[in-house]
T-cell receptor, first 111, second 113 residues
Framework: DAKTTQPTSMDCAEGRAANLPCNHS???????VYWYRQIHSQGPQYIIH???NNETNEMASLIITEDRKSSTLILPHATLRDTAVYYC????????????FGTGTRLTIIP | EAGVTQFPSHSVIEKGQTVTLRCDPI?????LYWYRRVMGKEIKFLLH????????ESGMPNNRFLAERTGGTYSTLKVQPAELEDSGVYFC???????????FGPGTRLTVL
């Protein structure tokens, strides 16, 4: 599995956009970028995924660089409930491949 | 629609005892996964079922762990005998076939004393 690198922690003011970076310089052509998060005492929650185009859903936006070596997860209007550990994971899509969790980024939303 | 459910939510046992964790996936999901996070470590994959068959059990730590999924519905993960280092949170996840992403359960917190 390709490795990802994320900052250990970040703070963001409530109501502002939270931008979480991820480096995945060894990503393969058939690997997708996935984002999950884990809110305290809950199971991981899927957020979004993409291959090379930018993606947006009701939770977040995913911006992938043209060379696919890095990406940014954007939470457009962060709320206190977005405080969680965010995991950037690369994996083959549609292959039921296991998820390889790293240490993630601990995002704290400040009131 | 009900999500992935796990039982019990917490379990406290003594070293050497046996514990069985249960996972009920979302109805119709053929893929079922077990993961765990032991104290201070990252979430790690344990195994993957497709229906009742073990697709990948490369993450199972040793033969004290036995996972079953009879009939391709719910799954159990038995730890026998439990050791102190088995303490942690055990997560179950499920997905459709073919899948885009998984839905995780709330986890079972296992404490071995």
């Amino acid at each position: 599995d390709a490795k990802t690198t994320q900052p250990t922690s970040m703070d963001c003011a409530e109501g502002r956009a939270a931008n979480l970076p991820c480096n995945h310089s060894t990503i393969s052509g058939n690997e997708y970028v996935y984002w999950y998060r884990q809110i305290h005492s809950q199971g991981p929650q899927y957020i979004i995924h993409g291959l090379k185009n930018n993606e947006t859903n009701e939770m977040a936006s995913l911006i992938i660089t043209e060379d696919r070596k890095s990406s940014t997860l954007i939470l457009p209007h962060a709320t206190l409930r977005d405080t969680a550990v965010y995991y950037c994971i690369v994996r083959r899509g549609f292959g039921n491949e296991k998820l390889t969790f790293g240490t993630g980024t601990r995002l704290t939303i400040i009131p | 629609e009900a999500g992935v459910t796990q039982f019990p939510s917490h379990s406290v046992i003594e070293k050497g005892q046996t514990v069985t964790l249960r996972c009920d996936p979302i109805s119709g999901h053929d893929n079922l996964y077990w993961y765990r996070r032991v104290m201070g470590k990252e979430i790690k994959f344990l195994l993957h079922f497709v229906k009742e068959s073990k697709q990948d059990e490369s993450g199972m730590p040793n033969n004290r762990f036995l996972a079953e999924r009879t009939g391709g519905t719910y799954s159990t993960l038995k730890v026998q005998p439990a050791e102190l280092e088995d303490s942690g949170v055990y997560f179950c996840a499920s997905s459709q076939e073919p899948s885009l992403y998984e839905f995780f359960g709330p986890g079972t917190r296992l404490t071995v004393l």
